[in-house]
């Protein structure tokens, strides 16, 4: 009982408290305003009054017309396993919701493409899958027109531009938030 009697002690459990309250009001609020931000990339938007998809719906869609081109390559003779692993990879990270996972997945997937796109128009297709290496190839053309036309990442970079600085960026690191990231 002593101990808290004497006014060092209470000095520094009055600082422990109020620093933990900090932390857990950050994280609390912060967090929840990082998540708004990040939410847009999973989810379709309105930005400028102009509807948006989301950036994971493209990625979605590239998904699957790189599952229809790596259908055309196995008929063909050509070998897609790398496009269906890269397509596998990706879906996996946006189940997760892992950023990182997401970027680098995306730019394997791309390398990959390049690569059966480049087989495919050397092999010897028929008309039909001529059209639809044609119709998924403007498709995930398309797919990532939007993703580079999205207001995701100007919308992160005005985020950033108002939050990014002490002390709030070492408030949210001591809180557990993650800020959140542009795609390129």
């Known amino acids: 009982m002593k101990l808290f009697k004497n006014p060092v002690f209470a000095v520094f459990l009055a600082i422990v408290v109020v620093f933990a309250s900090t932390l857990i009001n950050t994280n609390v609020k912060f967090g929840r ?50 496009v269906r692993n890269e397509v596998s990879d990706l879906r996996r990270s946006l189940q997760l919701e892992n950023f990182y996972g997401i970027r680098s997945s995306y730019a394997a997937l791309r390398s990959a493409l390049t ?6 128009a050397q092999a010897d297709l028929d008309e039909q899958n001529a059209q639809t290496v044609s119709r998924c190839t403007a498709s995930i053309s398309d797919a990532q027109n939007a993703i580079a036309a999205s207001g995701y990442n100007d919308t992160v970079r005005s985020f950033l531009r108002r939050y990014d600085h002490l002390p709030t960026n070492l408030l949210a690191r001591l809180a557990g938030v993650d800020y959140p990231e542009t795609f390129a």
Do not use: M, N, Y
Request: with cysteine.
């Open 115 to 120: 690569t059966l796109l480049g087989q495919l």
């Open 33 to 82: 305003k990082c998540r708004a931000v990040r939410d847009q990339f999973f989810a379709a938007s309105v930005t400028r009054g102009t509807p948006e998809l989301s950036i994971a719906s493209a990625l979605e869609t590239i998904c699957t017309e790189a599952e229809a081109l790596s259908v055309v390559a196995e008929s063909s003779g050509t070998d897609a396993e790398s």
